[in-house]
């Protein structure tokens, strides 16, 4: 019922915590060095939408929506020639869902100022929630979920690469 849920989101951000300890106190800094304010936060943030992320495509109220749907841009389609407001949103929201995470990964490590770097981490991340979702039966593997999502992360590089300019520029 609703507290399995609560134990099982309560169990997974636990677990999310350790790993992020260990990687970044312990892996990255060797677990001698302090960890400045503005990078703490930006990990902070990162670890934040890396969780809202999971959280909406793995762990809230799920489904098990049937086969794979692996035709790619048939999304697109549907909203297209259907012109329903749900493809359209659902659409929308793939790509929405993503600007934060190609927006927050340069930020957080300075590794992924790369863009290839960012994208190829995008495309794994929704990779593997898309593998996720047929081993959980929550959700539908959709190749258009993997294009969505690696747009988002484009167009949230593209914005963190502008901004990242601008101050770099002022100061």
Known sequence: ?????????????LIAWGLVYKLIYKTILHGKRSLPLKKAAACGVCLAVILVIVYA???????????????????YQAAWYQFHPVEWRNLILNICMFVPFGFMLPAASEKFRKPWRTYLAGFAFTL?????????????????????????????YGLFSLIFAAVKRRF
Do not use: C
Request: charged letters at 15%; hydrophobic letters at 45%.
């Open 1 to 13: 019922g609703e507290r399995g849920n609560h134990a099982l989101r309560g169990s997974f951000l």
């Open 128 to 156: 593997l929630i898309e593998m996720l979702q047929i081993v959980f039966k929550r959700g539908i593997f959709e190749t258009d979920d993997l294009i969505n999502n690696l747009l988002g992360t484009i167009i949230g």
């Open 57 to 75: 495509t793995l762990l809230r109220g799920g489904y098990w929506g049937g086969a794979p749907s692996l035709m790619p841009f048939a999304s």
